[in-house]
């Protein structure tokens, strides 16, 4: 039987979430603890996207945000060359909006290798960057992220350690970032995956024709129902496996897929604080949903803005593939 998502109202911290935010936001104090709360350290910041030293920095109306693994250094470059013209005065000229571009990552693992404990579970991570979790590609990941960052200011780098299984935790020290930084000029925030190159163009003609009602309230992308939790069943689905004790039922509350969201900075603001009261899973896209769902907000489609055939660049790249996921139309 279909599972009622209100039961994520209830587990693990059943609070009135939206007098909670009243009170944080009021100064007033909490009637109960938050769960989740990290100690946000950051580490390096950009100078041109939501800087308090730069006021040009705080008069934007759109920001890219590239969720990138550490290791994507080739990735992050690509970005850089088909992108970095958004941010040029030409661009505000021709469409009227203020652009900014980001990378959101995190430090090179301190433990040397590619295991990770999972509750009593022991994980080998092969795939989605454990592949550089080694002696060598750990040092090699700490020269060559030093030399990007003294070559380039667009990185929000948080301190803690960039690996598949902190994704939940990337997540909430951007949107922590947003909500803090980026507040005199309240954008709105595309936030991606670094191997999704997408066709710009057509995603600011879809922005340009909302009302400034319907840019107040996004919460868009690839709408996602129905999605099973995995258990530590079998080694094929392990990186996605959580614990009954982290999800007790046996599907996700529906949720946008992490690799292509539009989200207002309402929205963000909210979501910031609620990551507080919600415990934290390794899934970070249902993660996310989880936490919508708690504030009531609607998720859209992307395709009330533009198709999903149109998201994928038509522009020569260096990529070799795109997540399949995200874009399989058939």
Known sequence: LPIDPRVTLLYPQAINISDAIYRLIDGKPLNEKPINIPKFRYLSVSSQVCNPEYPSSQELNLIIV?????????????????????????????????????????????QKDNIFMRGNRTIRLDVSGGEFLNPEGLKEIAENLKQEMETHSDIILGDYEDTY??????SQYVFTWAATFCRKSRPIFV?????????????LQGLLDLSPMEKQDLFHGLYIHRNKVYRFERKAVEKWSVFKSEVPWPEYTPFLLGCFQLISFDNIEKIALVMLFTQ?????DAWLGTIAYRLG???????????????????????KSIHKKCFDFH
């Open 165 to 170: 299984f902190n994704l939940s935790l990337k």
């Open 280 to 284: 934290s899973l390794s899934v970070d």
């Open 191 to 203: 936030f991606l995956d670094d191997d999704i190159p997408f066709r710009e163009r057509c995603l």
């Open 66 to 110: 590239v969720k990138s693994g550490i290791a994507n250094f080739n990735k992050r470059r690509e970005f850089r060359r088909l992108y970095s013209y958004l941010s040029h005065p030409s661009t505000h000229k021709l469409y009227g909006i203020r652009i900014g571009l980001v990378f959101s990552l995190g430090i090179p693992r301190q």
């Open 297 to 319: 907000i609607e998720m859209k489609s992307v395709e009330k803005i533009m198709r999903r055939y149109q998201i994928p660049t038509q522009k020569p790249t260096c990529f």
